[in-house]
């Protein structure tokens, strides 16, 4: 970033959605851009198409890597050529890293955070968290939320 230019809370105001959410949203991907080493992870609940989420917000530069991750520990589903399904993934999982790999070794366009990224999502059920274990990595566009509030849901 250029020093004369200066990143602002304002400018995630102009962006689509909930300009308190998108501020937040915000300040993690700043807090991860400009801290080196330093991940933030915040506990948060959304309405997004009706359904309640709740998982950890993270920036997008910690949670692309692990969708790497996800990629490359993928299984075929049943019926699924193991080769071919082992080509996918493996591809899936280098696309990732090089495309998000160049992404993040340039400056960010803060002004165009359109997406929020949740690791460790659940989404919740009448009979529960689904998954119970380990959950999702999401990624939802900003001006499809709902509402949120800070906190994880947890079962009773």
């Given at each position: 970033?250029?020093?004369?230019?200066?990143?602002?809370v304002e400018?995630?105001?102009d962006?689509?959605?909930?300009?308190?959410?998108?501020?937040l949203?915000?300040t993690v991907e700043?807090?991860?851009?400009?801290?080196?080493?330093?991940?933030?992870?915040?506990?948060?609940?959304?309405?997004?198409?009706?359904?309640?989420?709740?998982?950890?917000?993270?920036a997008a530069?910690?949670?692309?890597?692990g969708m790497?991750?996800?990629y490359?520990?993928?299984?075929?589903?049943?019926?699924?050529d193991?080769?071919?399904?082992?080509?996918f993934t493996?591809?899936?999982?280098?696309?990732?890293?090089?495309?998000?790999g160049?992404?993040?070794?340039?400056?960010?366009e803060?002004?165009?955070?359109?997406?929020?990224?949740?690791?460790?999502?659940?989404?919740?059920h009448?009979?529960?968290?689904?998954?119970?274990?380990?959950?999702l990595?999401?990624?939802i566009?900003?001006?499809?939320?709902?509402?949120?509030?800070?906190?994880?849901?947890?079962?009773?």
């Open positions: 970033m250029a020093e004369d230019e200066e990143l602002s400018t995630a105001s962006l689509s959605g909930d300009p308190a959410l998108t501020s949203v915000y700043l807090v991860s851009f400009t801290q080196e080493g330093v991940s933030i992870g915040l506990p948060l609940t959304l309405i997004v198409g009706g359904a309640t989420v709740t998982g950890t917000l993270t530069r910690v949670w692309w890597p790497e991750d996800r490359r520990a993928m299984t075929a589903a049943p019926g699924t193991p080769d071919a399904a082992a080509i493996a591809a899936m999982a280098d696309a990732t890293h090089s495309v998000w160049q992404v993040f070794a340039e400056e960010p803060f002004s165009k955070i359109d997406y929020l990224h949740l690791s460790g999502a659940r989404v919740v009448a009979q529960g968290l689904v998954p119970q274990l380990e959950g990595a999401m990624r566009r900003l001006s499809d939320v709902q509402g949120w509030s800070i906190g994880l849901l947890s079962p009773s």
